[in-house]
């Protein structure tokens, strides 16, 4: 046994793994021991990846046995169980008891929970939430997810299905979310759902345009752009202002790659949410520190 922990973060397209010691608990810059990242290949299955995966850590551990091992994974997650319920991205995820299948290959106590939850905890642990006992933790990228620290502690609902802040609906009459609802944060915010606004509205064909796109296009002052991002930072301004009327957080910590699109979108952002919360209800707005490895020191925290 040594005081090294495995930390494993299933992306829908690229999976990483990372080893650090148990010292980094007490360090103010903590750093990996150790890292890995490679790309699922076109046709990954769960069975593909978790061979993947496995083999990342045990080339990372070089031969020594992990004290913990902390899983994040990019889907819905029985946390009590440690069974994987399924994957947007990837087929055969089905009901995978992944925790157990990692605690057989790697003889160590293993966690698991979903991707968003997960950040959240890394955001909260290692990065812009550190010291705060109340987070919110939203990401703003291909969908938009979020993750709750109340207490300092996760808080995952009576179905592990808080902080679907993605789906709280915004604008009753707004365009339609493959959820089925109208309106939905998602819906507005999201990169490849503005990027399809943009597309239909200049006539464009979807696939020719990408939310990176939108956010360059609005910098130059393009109308059709510029109002769609608009539109996208003032429904996830007001998805958050209704989450912090609700639960209180001291801060919200955006990650994901809609939060690089500028001032402007962020000043529309915390306009809204302070907007839209009661005078009353104080919250910082924070970028999130650890980028694309929030899952990562997450799965880090998970396991500690």
């Known amino acids: 046994m040594t005081d090294l922990i495995l930390a494993c973060d299933f992306g829908g397209t690229k999976l990483s793994a990372a ?15 150790n890292h890995q990242r490679r790309f699922s290949p076109p046709q990954a299955t769960a069975q593909t990846d978790i061979a993947t995966m496995i083999d990342m850590g045990r080339e990372l551990l070089a031969g020594k046995r992990p004290l913990t ?65 109340d987070m919110l933790y939203v990401t703003v990228s291909t969908g938009v997810g979020g993750g709750w620290i109340l207490d300092g502690r996760t808080y995952r609902g009576a179905d592990g299905m808080a902080g679907e802040i993605g789906h709280t609906v915004v604008d ?38 990408t939310g990176k796109q939108v956010a360059a296009w609005a910098e130059m002052g393009e109308a059709t752009a510029v109002a769609i991002l608009e539109r996208g930072a003032k429904g996830l301004g007001m998805g958050i202002g209704n989450a912090a009327n609700l639960l209180n957080p001291s801060c919200v910590v955006l990650g994901g790659g809609v939060t690089k699109s500028g001032a402007r979108w962020w000043q529309l952002v915390r306009q809204t949410a302070q907007a839209t919360a009661l005078p009353e209800v104080q919250f910082a707005i924070l970028p999130a520190a650890l980028g694309d490895d929030a899952p990562l020191w997450g799965a880090v925290a998970l396991a500690e």
Not at 20 to 28: I, K, N, P, R
Not at 73 to 97: A, I, M, Q
Request: proline letters at 8%; glycine letters at 12%; one cysteine or more.
């Open 19 to 33: 080893v650090v010691e148990t010292a980094v608990f007490s360090q103010s810059n903590p750093q990996w021991h």
């Open 69 to 133: 091992v902390g899983i994040s994974f990019g889907g819905p997650v029985d946390y009590k169980t440690g069974v994987v319920r399924l994957s947007h991205h990837v087929p055969g995820w089905e009901n995978v008891p992944l925790q157990d299948r990692f605690e057989e290959a790697f003889q160590a106590p293993a966690r698991v929970d979903n991707d968003a939850n997960v950040a959240a905890l890394g955001e909260w642990r290692f990065g812009a939430g550190r010291g705060v006992a």
């Open 172 to 209: 009753p009459n707004g365009p339609l979310c493959l959820c089925g609802k109208r309106g939905c944060v998602e819906r507005l915010a999201s990169g490849p759902y503005m990027a399809q606004d943009v597309a239909a509205a200049r006539g464009l064909p979807a696939d020719d345009v």
